[in-house]
């Protein structure tokens, strides 16, 4: 087994606004290893982007606060360090890409300028050392011709090209960990394909660990080796991704898995989950699935359950799993 | 024979590209180029494919958004350009609605839910103010709303009741087809189903006939009944959904269906076997000579740029664009 390069213990993030507290992330723990891929899986709301922005420390203060737990990389809790130590972590350890290449990409620089940035500032390289880090970028991420690319803007490439870009920033420093936000949602299926096989290849090169924030469990299936199910703030359920897939303990996992509809097979009528995510605001008590729960009992509707091992590597923190 | 309830017969649609002071034409967008399909009355329809495959753009022919530059719509066997002005307004746009992917765009958020599915009642018909407004409360419950929510603005709903709202205002006149735009993508996980669940109740209590735009092929397995690949202004592959899922035939159906399937992950990292197509859709501007999926097909052959292959049939319903089947 490689070693653990981030863990992340018990982590409290909350929004504090004008109508009250709203409690994000609450009580989240997991680790990543080297060169694996681990994925957060759940619906919009359920806490997997602020939990990424947490570990990158990019929180939008003074609304949105750290207000417990640990976050620890290769040995350094990212929470104790000062605003200058932890600038020369992101984009050098850490790293991060967003969904929509558009966006995360300066219109009015060329992208050997936006690949260089990261390389002159972490590295402090100049001019032609620049410049040949920056190549090796692009080919790891196999930019066809990258030399005749270092000149072009972001509105000369396609999607799936802009994203390969965005990549290739993340990766020009060899970070440890890569935080991926639904990279390859806004892409299309033939173009997303491309995007996975290429991550994956990045990752074997690079040993690099990988978190992979998605709703898609197709993606999941595809890109991760351990996933955690998130809703409302919380996780549900750890797991392999195969044991997941294959014999998921959570009713929430298992709803989940059973609504989206499977191209190998002709469902006559998808399950579907009754109701709405509760307001994190306002959490009901107990479980914060019971509300919405086919199995709940009594017990699900007063107390929160634990988190149980059932395994090495699987743990679900429901009260009706045995 | 099947009851056929619209039918569009060799669409296109060119986008001229202009240049200069004078706006001289320089060039064509092939958006649709020559797609033929049917739709049968209470069954589904589905277009898929990627952006830029001309989807959208043949969904808004057929809602009379757009002007085809050439081709001709038949609905109920008439042709469209035969309806007069006044027909089409009292014939046809009533009986074609359309609920688009997006409801936090698609409704005015500053009219109630009550006058946003009474809107097409009130323009398309002569109702009285009392039956509008039963007909309304009847259409919130048949999308599974309560009626509480008809004096609420659309911002105080959910994704998913937005799209139910949505739905019911497609509703309202009774139509025949209703257009779906993409109309899950935009919703979370579990939401989807329930929405899923909604469409296909409604299609069989109505007789509805739905024409679905969609990218994700699992979802369109569970909507469809036919089902038509595009790429490039294209259609390559066209047949009953159940047999075209259960045995593909065009590489880039393939490859579609391959980029899509859930593949868990073999035990100690054994590659999983998928079709990864390389490059991109060409430009729609200036599609590659031949068949044109030929320059990212792995089965291409050099006859394969030569000419366009027409879509032929191959047993039953199943249709397909390409020489090497």
């Given at each position: 087994?490689?070693?653990?390069?981030?863990?992340v213990?018990?982590?409290?993030?909350?929004?504090f606004t004008?109508a009250g507290?709203?409690?994000a992330?609450?009580?989240?723990s997991f680790?990543?290893?080297?060169?694996e891929?681990?994925g957060l899986?759940?619906?919009?709301?359920?806490g997997?982007?602020?939990t990424?922005?947490?570990?990158?420390?990019l929180?939008p203060e003074?609304?949105?606060q750290?207000?417990?737990?640990?976050i620890?990389?290769?040995?350094t809790?990212l929470?104790?360090l000062?605003?200058?130590?932890?600038?020369?972590?992101?984009?050098?350890?850490i790293?991060?890409?967003?969904?929509?290449?558009?966006?995360?990409?300066?219109p009015?620089?060329?992208?050997?300028?936006q690949?260089?940035?990261?390389?002159?500032?972490?590295?402090g390289?100049?001019?032609?050392?620049?410049?040949e880090?920056?190549?090796?970028?692009l080919?790891l991420?196999?930019?066809?011709?990258?030399?005749?690319?270092?000149?072009?803007?972001?509105?000369?490439?396609s999607?799936?090209?802009?994203?390969?870009?965005?990549?290739?920033?993340?990766?020009s420093?060899?970070?440890?960990?890569?935080?991926?936000?639904?990279?390859?949602?806004?892409l299309?299926?033939?173009?997303?394909?491309?995007?996975?096989?290429?991550?994956?290849?990045?990752?074997?090169?690079?040993?690099?660990?990988?978190?992979?924030?998605t709703?898609?469990?197709?993606?999941?299936?595809?890109?991760?080796?351990r996933?955690?199910?998130?809703?409302?703030?919380?996780?549900?359920?750890?797991?392999?991704?195969?044991?997941?897939?294959?014999a998921?303990?959570?009713?929430y996992?298992?709803?989940?898995?059973?609504?989206?509809?499977?191209?190998?097979?002709k469902?006559e009528?998808?399950?579907s989950?009754?109701?709405?995510?509760?307001s994190?605001m306002?959490?009901?008590?107990?479980?914060?699935f019971?509300?919405?729960?086919p199995?709940a009992?009594?017990?699900?509707?007063?107390?929160?359950?634990?988190?149980?091992?059932?395994s090495?590597?699987h743990?679900?923190?429901c009260w009706?799993?045995? | 024979?099947?009851d056929?309830?619209?039918?569009?017969?060799?669409?296109?649609?060119?986008?001229?590209?202009?240049?200069g002071l004078?706006?001289?034409?320089?060039?064509?967008?092939r958006?649709?180029?020559?797609?033929?399909?049917?739709?049968?009355?209470?069954?589904t329809?589905?277009?898929?494919g990627?952006s830029?495959?001309g989807?959208?753009?043949?969904?808004k022919?057929?809602?009379?958004?757009?002007r085809?530059?050439?081709?001709s719509?038949?609905?109920?066997g008439?042709e469209?350009y035969?309806?007069?002005?006044?027909?089409?307004?009292?014939?046809y746009?009533?009986?074609?609605?359309?609920?688009q992917?997006?409801?936090w765009s698609?409704m005015?958020?500053?009219?109630?839910?009550?006058d946003?599915?009474?809107e097409?009642?009130?323009?398309?018909?002569?109702?009285?103010k009392?039956q509008?407004?039963?007909?309304?409360?009847?259409l919130?419950?048949?999308v599974?709303?309560?009626?509480?929510?008809?004096?609420?603005?659309?911002h105080?709903f959910?994704?998913g009741q937005?799209?139910r709202i949505?739905?019911?205002r497609?509703l309202?006149?009774?139509p025949?087809?209703?257009?779906?735009?993409?109309?899950?993508?935009?919703l979370?996980?579990?939401?989807?189903?329930q929405?899923?669940n909604?469409?296909?109740?409604l299609?069989?209590?109505?007789n509805?006939?739905?024409?679905v735009?969609?990218?994700?092929?699992?979802?369109?397995?569970?909507?469809?009944?036919?089902?038509?690949?595009?790429?490039?202004g294209q259609?390559v592959?066209y047949?009953?959904?159940?047999?075209?899922?259960?045995?593909p035939?065009?590489?880039?159906?393939?490859?579609?269906?391959?980029?899509?399937?859930?593949?868990?992950?073999?035990?100690d990292?054994?590659?999983?076997k998928?079709?990864?197509?390389?490059?991109?859709?060409?430009?729609?501007?200036?599609?590659?000579?031949?068949?044109r999926?030929?320059?990212?097909?792995?089965?291409?052959?050099?006859?394969?740029s030569?000419?366009v292959p027409p879509l032929?049939?191959?047993?039953?319903?199943?249709?397909?664009?390409?020489?090497?089947?």
């Open positions: 087994m490689s070693k653990i390069i981030l863990q213990e018990d982590l409290h993030t909350s929004f004008r507290e709203v409690k992330v609450d009580g989240v680790y990543v290893r080297e060169g891929t681990f899986a759940g619906e919009s709301g359920c997997k982007s602020v990424a922005l947490s570990i990158l420390r929180l003074p609304a949105g750290i207000i417990g737990g640990k620890i990389l290769d040995g809790n929470l104790e000062d605003k200058k130590e932890m600038r020369a972590y992101r984009g050098k350890m790293s991060m890409i967003l969904q929509d290449p558009m966006t995360s990409l300066n009015v620089f060329t992208i050997g300028n690949i260089a940035e990261s390389v002159r500032l972490h590295q390289l100049r001019d032609e050392k620049a410049e880090e920056v190549v090796s970028a080919r991420l196999n930019i066809p011709s990258p030399e005749t690319i270092l000149g072009e803007y972001p509105f000369q490439m999607g799936g090209m802009r994203q390969r870009v965005v990549g290739a920033i993340a990766m420093c060899y970070p440890r960990l890569l935080i991926a936000d639904e990279p390859t949602t806004a299309d299926a033939t173009i997303q394909a491309q995007y996975m096989a290429l991550f994956k290849d990045v990752q074997k090169k690079t040993n690099v660990a990988i978190i992979y924030i709703h898609d469990f197709g993606v999941i299936a595809q890109m991760c080796h996933v955690a199910v998130m809703y409302a703030g919380k996780i549900m359920e750890t797991a392999t991704t195969r044991e997941l897939f294959e998921p303990k959570h009713p996992t298992s709803a989940l898995i059973n609504s989206v509809p499977r191209l190998d097979r469902d009528r998808l399950y989950i009754e109701g709405q995510p509760p994190l306002n959490l009901p008590p107990g479980c914060r019971a509300p919405r729960c199995i009992k009594a017990v699900c509707r007063e107390q929160e359950p634990p988190e149980v091992k059932i090495s590597g743990s679900v923190s009706r799993v045995k | 024979m099947a056929v309830l619209l039918e569009g017969r060799d669409l296109k649609k060119y986008y001229p590209v202009t240049k004078l706006q001289r034409t320089v060039g064509w967008v958006a649709v180029d020559g797609i033929s399909f049917t739709i049968e009355r209470g069954k329809l589905s277009l898929v990627e830029g495959a989807k959208t753009t043949t969904a022919a057929v809602l009379l958004l757009e085809l530059t050439s081709g719509i038949l609905f109920e008439k469209l035969r309806f007069s002005r006044s027909q089409l307004k009292t014939e746009r009533p009986r074609v609605q359309s609920v992917q997006n409801p698609s005015n958020p500053r009219m109630r839910v009550r946003i599915i009474a097409p009642l009130v323009v398309n018909t002569k109702q009285s009392k509008i407004r039963s007909r309304v409360l009847e919130l419950e048949h599974g709303l309560s009626s509480d929510g008809a004096d609420h603005y659309p105080e959910s994704g937005r799209q949505a739905v019911a497609a309202a006149l009774n025949s087809l209703v257009v779906l735009d993409e109309p899950v993508s935009a979370d996980v579990s939401i989807r189903a929405i899923m909604l469409l296909k109740d299609q069989e209590k109505h509805l006939s739905y024409l735009i969609a990218h994700n092929l699992a979802t369109v397995r569970y909507m469809s009944h036919s089902v038509a690949i595009m790429y490039l259609i592959e047949g009953e959904a159940e047999a075209l899922f259960k045995r035939l065009h590489p880039y159906t393939k490859a579609l269906i391959s980029a899509s399937v859930l593949t868990l992950p073999k035990d990292d054994q590659e999983i998928q079709i990864i197509l390389s490059g991109e859709m060409p430009s729609p501007l200036n599609p590659p000579p031949g068949c999926f030929h320059t990212r097909c792995a089965e291409a052959i050099p006859a394969c030569e000419a032929r049939k191959v047993g039953g319903d199943h249709h397909v664009a390409c020489i090497r089947v």
